[in-house]
């Protein structure tokens, strides 16, 4: 026996680790990889393995490398490498699940690829990577193969469209999307991303995950809430129907995004206060780049974007760690202003 | 895990039920000569010579004020020798072999109650200051310089809340000798002149409250209230304290006598009441021994100057199966882990906690938050560890390091298993 000291506090909160929080947010995810088979057969299965795998063995090859170069030995439990707390496998499953059904499996591989490298291992691996990884890797995909996300419609085969695709095409008319509130809802028969479809299953991850306490609740209920909010006063402003805010809160990966990728902690403000203005600008950008934009997808780029304003959320001379009165104020003067520009720009616009 | 957490999980195998065990005869007391306020001291007695219980037999200098050491047994003196100090520094003890007689010195007489009631602040400032009785909670502070305010109290407020998991002494003291923090309430409130005494208590611990209540009846005639506060951490803290019980919010930096408002812990009532009624300084007092590697917890009432060696003995050593033993002196919270168990019981020894060593693997930071939502100063402690890595004291200002209360919460709800509090102690030495 011997006597061992050190500084105090002596005691550790039980249960409270970030392999627990993020094999959470695997098991969130696993009824939607479930039901993305389900739905799109054999493809979905290798699309979501080859996006795991691609992601995996990048990380695993560069810390190889690294430890070759430091002169260690290679070892699982190594810190950096991170499979061990599920982090690289939990953006692989995201990343996967953001994907049409029919890209080539090259397409993805490559997405994954580069999406680890570029937006977590140069920045020096788990906990110090800016950009949300799962939503990068997407974007590089969009943008670089946009011709082939082609996604397979399961009621008209020949229209091969998103919800959300026909809304951004044909912004107010009721017609052009008539997929109805159960199939929007539960996702069966809805052309989409293998995960984005089921509204049902995602709502299902996310009250798992509040109820381990393993993301903050406030992003997606303000995310999803500010959507929902501009929405509505399109619709008033527009005399649409309440389809119309219903169709933006359920099509595309809003849910999704809302959930499981604007939730990552690492890539999102630290305070409170600092999320819900950060889940604020990614709903006023994907509504933005929604109506406005060329592509009708705008979480995953809202994402990006709102990932460079965290560190200037974060900045010590103004963030606090709860709402004070001079803060509510302010953030309410922008919400109703951001309202206002909304309901008029659309009327200009549309 | 995110969110906000401020239930600390307290130890399964509770001490506050059982019975204080009284171990107040060991065979030999250390005095320890030098404090962690106090560097300089004389020494008025020399080997062989007989010293009694309650004698003056030194004086310890804390710079702004000074101290008598008593003896506090009847016995010969024996020497120095150096043992360690609770905060984990090795001072210089003087030995005083028992005789088990236990005389008291000429100096310990009882003061009837008709004489302390006609006593003038400036009188009991002076016994207590006699007395050397210092803030029991920990602290350490002398009580006399605090009851020397200037300001005008309207509360008294004793903390009995006893925040720390595992710790029970506090406990088994009001269950043991209620009438003494009343009476030393009292007398504090008569010295300040204060209207209203006010005992606050978490309300989980049903039993303490019916003990109190019952006492508070035979004090009809003053004005004391119970007040009852939530069951978290850190609760005990003063600032957090005056919150809850008389909701009057204390910024950081001030101190409550601004407010009107002042607080005492539940040991110093008591101490204060040994000083003024029997002017005896700090001989006994409550203390547990719990952990997970000690084979018997319990509460111990000690003499003060008895070896912790003796105590871990008493309750039957430690757990043979533990390789690494962290001895915690204090709460596990914010307590002092000692280098070894030669440690001397002082007036300000709450516990001794022997704990299994745990290597926690610590992972990188995920932003998590949580212990932003559990800081009870509203600091950002993950922001100001980014601050110190960057060297940044610019930001370090900004984010206010210096609020810290070392409270230990931020890294106990830590999801990576980061030592927090290490990095804001870290960065209150940056800014100096």
Not at chain 1, 152 to 173: K, W, Y
Not at chain 2, 212 to 217: D, P, W
Not at chain 2, 388 to 396: E, V
Request: with cysteine; aromatic share 10%; glycine share 8%.
């Amino acid at each position: 026996m011997e006597f061992v000291t050190k500084n105090s506090p002596h005691l550790r909160r039980p249960n409270a680790n970030v392999v627990r929080m993020m094999r959470d947010v695997a098991i969130a995810l696993s009824p939607l990889v479930i039901f993305a088979i389900h739905q799109h057969g054999l493809s979905a299965l290798w699309i979501l393995l080859v996006s795991v795998v691609s992601m995996v063995a990048t990380e695993y090859i560069y810390y190889q490398i690294i430890d070759k170069l430091n002169g260690e030995k290679f070892t699982l439990n190594n810190k950096s490498f991170t499979v061990y707390n599920f982090s690289v496998v939990v953006s692989g499953l995201i990343y996967g699940l953001t994907l049409p059904d029919q890209i080539p499996l090259v397409i993805v591989a490559i997405g994954g690829i580069i999406g680890v490298f570029l937006a977590k291992l140069i920045f020096g691996g788990m906990g110090q990577n800016i950009f949300n990884i799962a939503a990068f890797a997407r974007v590089f995909v969009v943008l670089s193969f946009g011709t082939a996300l082609a996604y397979t419609n399961h009621v008209d085969a020949d229209l091969g469209a998103t919800a959300l695709g026909v809304l951004n095409q044909d912004m107010l008319n009721e017609n052009a999307t008539n997929y109805g509130f159960w199939t929007m809802f539960s996702g069966i028969g809805l052309p989409g991303s293998l995960g984005e479809t089921s509204a049902l299953l995602i709502l299902a991850g996310g009250l798992y995950l509040f109820m381990r306490k393993s993301f903050d609740v406030f992003v997606p209920l303000t995310y999803v809430g500010t959507v929902f909010i501009l929405s509505l006063a399109v619709m008033f402003t527009q005399d649409v129907g309440f389809w119309y805010p219903a169709t933006h809160v359920l099509a595309g990966g809003l849910l999704f995004g809302a959930v499981f990728m604007a939730t990552d902690p690492i890539t999102i403000p630290t305070t409170r206060p600092g999320r819900i203005y950060f889940a604020f600008g990614l709903g006023v950008i994907t509504f933005i780049i929604r109506l406005f934009g060329n592509l009708p997808e705008g979480v995953v780029f809202a994402i990006l974007i709102m990932n460079m304003f965290v560190p200037a959320i974060d900045y010590h001379k103004w963030a606090t760690n709860k709402f004070t009165l001079k803060n509510v104020s302010i953030f309410t003067a922008i919400v109703i202003i951001t309202v206002v520009l909304t309901a008029v720009g659309v009327h200009y616009a549309g | 895990m995110i969110s906000k957490a401020r239930k600390v999980s307290d130890y399964r195998q509770l001490t506050k039920e059982l019975p204080t065990l009284r171990y107040v005869d060991p065979e030999r007391v250390y005095i320890n000569l030098q404090s962690d306020r106090c560097k300089t001291y004389t020494l008025d007695v020399k080997e062989g010579d007989k010293v009694k219980l309650g004698q003056v037999i030194g004086e310890r200098d804390g710079g702004f004020f000074k101290q008598p050491i008593y003896s506090t047994i009847s016995g010969e003196v024996e020497g120095l020798t150096k043992k360690l100090h609770p905060t984990g520094i090795e001072v210089d003890c003087v030995t005083i072999r028992n005789d088990f007689k236990d005389e008291y010195h000429e100096s310990v007489t009882d003061r009837p109650e008709s004489v302390i009631d006609k006593m003038t602040k400036e009188e009991m400032v002076d016994v207590i200051r006699h007395a050397a009785t210092v803030g029991l909670g920990g602290s350490g502070f002398p009580s006399y310089i605090k009851l020397d305010t200037d300001k005008e109290i309207h509360t008294v407020v004793i903390n009995a809340v006893e925040c720390e998991p595992y710790l029970s002494s506090d406990y088994r003291l009001i269950k043991d000798s209620p009438e003494e923090i009343f009476y030393g309430l009292k007398y504090i409130m008569q010295a300040l002149k204060a209207e209203k005494g006010v005992i606050a208590v978490k309300k989980t611990k049903t039993e303490l409250i019916d003990v109190l209540e019952r006492e508070l009846k035979r004090f009809p005639h003053m004005n004391i209230e119970i007040a009852k506060l939530a069951d978290y951490y850190p609760q005990g803290w003063e600032n957090e304290m005056f919150e809850n019980a008389l909701g009057i919010k204390i910024p950081s930096g001030v101190l409550p006598m601004e407010y009107g408002v002042i607080g005492f812990n539940v040991s110093t009532a008591s101490a204060i009441y040994e000083a003024l009624k029997h002017n005896l300084p700090i001989i006994k007092r409550h203390l547990t021994v719990n952990g997970d590697a000690i084979n018997f917890p319990q509460n111990i009432r000690v003499r003060v100057g008895t070896s912790i060696k003796d105590l871990i003995r008493l309750s039957d050593g430690y757990r043979e199966d533990a390789e690494k033993i962290d001895l915690v002196i204090g709460g596990p919270m914010m307590g002092t882990s000692v280098e070894h168990d030669d440690v001397v019981v002082t007036p300000t020894t709450t516990s001794v906690l022997v704990l299994e060593s745990q290597d926690f693997h610590e992972e990188p930071c995920v932003r998590c938050g949580s212990c932003i939502y559990s800081c009870p100063v509203d600091i950002q402690p993950v922001n100001i560890m980014n601050a110190i890595k960057r060297n940044d004291t610019k930001a370090l200002e900004n984010l206010e390091v210096g609020k810290c209360i070392e409270c230990g919460l931020c890294a106990y709800v830590c999801t990576s298993k980061i030592h927090l509090t290490d990095y804001m102690r870290k960065g209150k030495k940056l800014l100096g």
